[in-house]
């Protein structure tokens, strides 16, 4: 058992999810882990049968799992920031993520996931290990 009960599956190398993960720093029981780690692919694997390189919030409390712009729009609400942000953020997601990855040199394009869904059964048997490798959020981009 762990203290985390969200957890941010994001890409390391990408400063825009990076931003998402710190903007969670003062939500309690949210920890990040970066996607390339192995509990993190264990959890995507066994959620979507692969693991899409994309932006992932899953909250062991409601059983969701938040993918691509919905991720970005929950983290959003999260945080605590206002809904125009949040439809902002939610809306311009795949355009905000090309253009920080064009600034910065960042290879990669994120797969199209996109949405909220059940947890599965084995993604819910996956996120212990995934919250057990967490670490909150404020330490992200160190």
Known sequence: MTDYHGVLVYD????FCSAAATALRRVEGVGA?????????????????????ALVF?????????VGREAARELCDRAGMPVLVQDIV???YESMADAVRTVTGVEGD???YH????????????FDE??????HTAKVGR
């Open 12 to 15: 390391g190398e990408c400063p």
């Open 33 to 53: 882990v970066e996607w390339a780690d192995d509990p993190a692919q264990a959890f995507l694997a066994a959620q979507f049968g692969e693991a899409p390189f």
């Open 58 to 66: 899953a909250d062991e409390r409601e059983c969701r799992v938040y």
């Open 90 to 92: 939610g809306d311009n």
């Open 110 to 112: 994120p797969d199209p």
């Open 115 to 126: 949405g909220e869904y059940p947890m599965a059964d084995g993604a819910a048997e996956a």
């Open 130 to 135: 995934l919250a057990a490798n967490a670490w």
